[in-house]
């Protein structure tokens, strides 16, 4: 990835590279072979997913007027994306039939795999793989595009976090030194609360409720449900409002978390049982990258001539704008370990 980018300060769009990258990992991952989205990128594809994503969003925002969404082009995507599932899926039963299964502890973990041996049931498993690598490959990619949105307009908190990340730049980067960072914590947490990457979650009632707020003209009386309504928690408003927050909650400011503690109110990934499992891991992928970025640039700049963030319909909350951005090479310590 590193290679990819410009070490001149040429303006670049950071974002497709995030994709690539993380459809790199996640493909390697889930599949246990990397698509080499970053060396051989398969435009087509790619092109198919985001338009399948987009397509996909708008269907849930029609709710049962979805019958209206004709798009064939949709429809195009969609089949080109399951049927890039269906061969993986084929490969992995034809792994299992030949008795090619991880036979130790240093094999290589397929997610694939593992699902394989819970069911047998093709469409069942394109199903359970689809579900993964959607937001595997668009849940990093998307934060770390966003962090850089908010860091090439704030030079203050990248030279405070380049700082900070260049106390340990003879380091090797492991999880325990991300997990150190404080301040890189602060960032990435900052970027979720402002820019988070799904920007509401839904719930249908099975049976009558009644919710302990939501009602009345302020929202915080009872709220009576009804079995069957559907209940959307829309993160974007919750996590910018300003009886928590403060009068700066629309403000990028990651010094904020050095005082809050909040619980329901920071929901980027969900809360309770039916969090999004993949938290961790996009908290690593980030915080890796981030560091490696810190370690080689010593200035990024800003090129896009629109400052506000402006969204972008897909299942994840994407910038518009991708992130354009000028990055110049640092000219002190490199990181030699795990280029």
């Not at 003879?170 to 999880?175: A, G, H, K, Q, S």
């Not at 719930?203 to 009386?221: A, E, F, H, Y």
Request: proline fraction near 5%; include cysteine.
């Amino acid at each position: 990835m590193m290679s990819l980018i410009p070490r001149d300060g040429t303006t670049i769009d950071l974002m497709p590279i995030f994709k690539r990258l993380i459809l790199d990992t996640s493909s390697e991952f889930i599949f246990g072979q990397s698509l080499d989205a970053l060396e051989n990128p398969d435009t087509a594809f790619m092109q198919a997913f985001e338009y399948a994503q987009r397509g996909t969003r708008i269907r849930m925002m029609l709710r049962r007027l979805k019958f209206l969404h004709r798009d064939l082009k949709w429809y195009a995507a969609c089949k080109k994306v399951t049927e890039f599932c269906d061969q993986r899926v084929e490969e992995v039963m034809e792994r299992l039939e030949r008795g090619e299964e991880r036979r130790t502890e240093k094999d290589r973990l397929r997610l694939v795999d593992e699902a394989a041996k819970l069911t047998k049931d093709r469409y069942t498993l394109r199903s359970l793989t689809l579900s993964v690598f959607s937001p595997a490959h668009d849940g990093a990619a998307v934060a770390l595009s966003n962090a850089f949105f908010y860091l090439a307009r704030h030079p203050r908190v990248w030279n405070k976090l380049r700082t900070k990340v260049m106390e340990d730049a003879t380091l090797p980067i492991t999880y325990e030194l991300l997990n150190s960072y404080t301040y890189l914590k602060h960032v990435l947490r900052e970027t979720h609360r402002l820019t988070p990457i799904v920007n509401g979650n839904q719930r249908i009632c099975l049976n009558d409720v009644v919710l302990p707020c939501g009602g009345g003209t302020d929202g915080k009386g009872p709220l009576h449900c009804r079995k069957g309504d559907i209940i959307e928690a829309d993160y974007r408003t919750m996590m910018r409002d300003p009886e928590f927050w403060g009068p700066d909650a629309e403000a990028f400011l990651p010094e904020r978390w050095e005082k809050i503690r909040p619980v329901w109110e920071y929901l980027p990934f969900g809360g309770g049982p039916r969090q999004c499992p993949g938290m961790r891991l996009v908290f690593t992928e980030c915080a890796f990258t981030i560091v490696k970025i810190l370690r080689e640039f010593g200035t990024l700049e800003n090129r896009d001539e629109v400052m506000d963030w402006k969204e972008n319909m897909r299942m994840t909350w994407q910038s518009k704008n991708g992130t354009l951005v000028g990055l110049i090479a640092s000219q002190g310590v490199k990181d030699p370990i795990y280029r």
